[in-house]
């Protein structure tokens, strides 16, 4: 049966919001009080990284940081920035 037919309670058991996986970081690239997720912005949508103040174009592989409980206070770093910042916040 296609995906859109199941009912909410055969999706409840699937990760993620809506039954989507969540798309975790690899392990060195956790920090303490924040989530990291891997991403690729697919929706034409250019970030700004923190770590060098570069853009990060559409499409580009990158991490997502959230402070935990600061949804809204999301930043997308560039890996390598990213690996920089863990390594000064000393992990």
Same mark, same amino acid.
């Given at each position: 049966?296609?995906?859109?037919?199941?009912?909410?309670?055969?999706?409840?058991?699937? #990760? *993620?919001? +809506?039954?989507?996986?969540?798309?975790?970081? !690899?392990?060195?690239?956790?920090?303490?009080?924040?989530?990291?997720?891997?991403?690729?912005?697919?929706?034409?949508?250019?970030?700004?990284? #923190? *770590?060098? +103040?570069?853009?990060?174009?559409?499409?580009? !592989?990158?991490?997502?940081?959230?402070?935990?409980?600061?949804?809204?206070?999301?930043?997308?770093?560039?890996?390598?920035?990213?690996?920089?910042?863990?390594?000064?916040?000393?992990?």
């Amino acid at each position: 049966m296609p995906r859109r037919h199941r009912a909410a309670r055969d999706r409840s058991d699937l #990760p *993620g919001p +809506q039954g989507r996986p969540l798309n975790l970081a !690899p392990d060195w690239a956790q920090a303490d009080g924040t989530v990291v997720r891997a991403a690729s912005v697919g929706t034409g949508k250019v970030y700004r990284c #923190p *770590g060098c +103040q570069q853009l990060i174009q559409p499409g580009t !592989p990158h991490l997502v940081v959230v402070q935990e409980g600061d949804m809204e206070g999301r930043r997308h770093w560039h890996t390598p920035c990213w690996r920089t910042e863990v390594r000064r916040r000393g992990r």
